[in-house]
């Protein structure tokens, strides 16, 4: 079972989990690379954690990359991860998996928390490992994520894999087995994130059952391109992880690097096919650009058409239809691209060679938001303008990565910012 798991690239873990009676409302919080043109979502978070333990002091919220004092955060965010593992905060589970069932507005969906072998990963756009990175990685994004990571004791995982399992194989069977696991978690989320659940794998009889499963989907795969893992969210995150561990094996023997606990990331493993698993764009704001530029820059990569429309949902069914098409919002008024002809093929390459050009002259400033009315909200403010990208279909993800090779990058999230994944779990990493 063990040489299985480790031809596939994952196993078991030891996970760590609040002590009973922490109120997991306020451990468990989103994952710190939402809300980030939103200072204030973090500060009223902050204010309703209060001095209870939570993961909210074992993270760096991203809206402060910018504007906090790096380094006495990072030694906070130490200070405390210690000082839990010394307080006995944690409670751990050995050599498991977890179910994990979440309910949000767009539905129930169930996850495996598994731990990734980084060996097995590669978010090169080319790769052809058996993890791999979805979207394009922004390399400049990793050293200020592996400040945060190198000296940490422990990680807490917002990453969610997704795997291609039509025969529902894998989790489905655990789902329907659920009442028969011992329940280790089992909360409301705050900040409307809905409430999860997590069952406890732990016996023989299931984790081989999950090996003969995964097997069996792995020998489905083209042996010369085997996709078996494609990442969901958190591909930055991973990236990290994987950068952190090229560093720590080279002072490793052959026998240490085998299963050194920075070898593996903790991860939620989701099926593509759950029918509560919602993809979502993610969508655009520029800062300090005007209308006319932005279209000067857009047509030196498409040919294209404006239609002005009078409300958020005539925009939305517009740009769902066939084709190549965008939103735009600014001021008051909501606009409609077409993309006739293009150097790419959907509508986030195409606003993406727009932002790289943009960033180059210095022309303006980008962020990526999550939700269509965040971003309509942010977009209306004075010289900004928000950018509304079309859904993504599920149905041809792994098929189109295997034929295209990654997504550009920030194309689609799982869900709304709220249904993101909260931090519950955490593992040693050192």
Known sequence: MNDIFSTLGFKAADILLPKKGIDCEKWAVVACDQYTSQPEYWESLSEYV?????????????????TGDK????????????????????????????????????GTRYGLMVALDLEAYSYAKDSKTLIRATEGTI???????????????????????????????????LRDKRESLTVVYDTDLN????????????????????????????????????LLFAMGD?????????????????NLSEEEKKDHPARFALVEIENIFDSGLQFKPIHRVFFNIEEASFDSLLSLYATFTKEEVATKDEMEKKIN????????????????????????????GTIQLVIDKMLEEKKGEVDYIHGVDVTI???????????????????????????DGAYPRKTFSIGHANEKRYYMEARKIK
């Open 50 to 66: 209060g001095d209870s333990p939570s993961t909210l002091r074992l993270i760096y919220p991203e809206v402060y990359l910018e």
């Open 377 to 403: 909200e942010i977009g209306k403010r004075k010289g900004n303008l928000g950018i509304i990208l079309p859904d993504v279909s599920k149905d041809n993800f792994f098929s189109d990565m295997l034929k």
């Open 234 to 250: 958190g591909n930055h995150s991973l990236a990290t992880a994987k950068s952190c561990w090229e560093d720590v094996k080279k």
């Open 71 to 106: 380094e006495a955060i990072i030694s906070s965010i130490n200070e405390n991860m210690n000082k839990y593992l010394k307080e006995g905060v944690f409670t751990l589970y050995k050599d498991s998996f977890i179910l994990v069932k979440r309910d949000t507005e767009s």
């Open 321 to 348: 239809a066939p084709g190549q098409h965008f939103g735009l919002v600014k001021d008051d008024k909501f606009v409609v691209y077409t993309v006739e002809k293009g150097e790419k093929a959907i509508a986030a």
């Open 191 to 226: 900040k409307e994130g809905g409430h999860i659940t997590g069952y406890l794998v732990d016996s023989k009889e299931d984790k081989e059952a999950i090996a003969v499963a995964f097997k069996a989907l792995y020998d489905t795969l083209d042996p010369k391109n085997p």
């Open 139 to 173: 390399l400049s994004r990793i050293p200020p994520r592996k400040e945060i990571r190198k000296d940490a004791p422990i990680e807490l995982p917002h990453i969610m894999v997704l795997i291609s399992d039509k025969d529902r194989s894998i989790i489905e069977p």
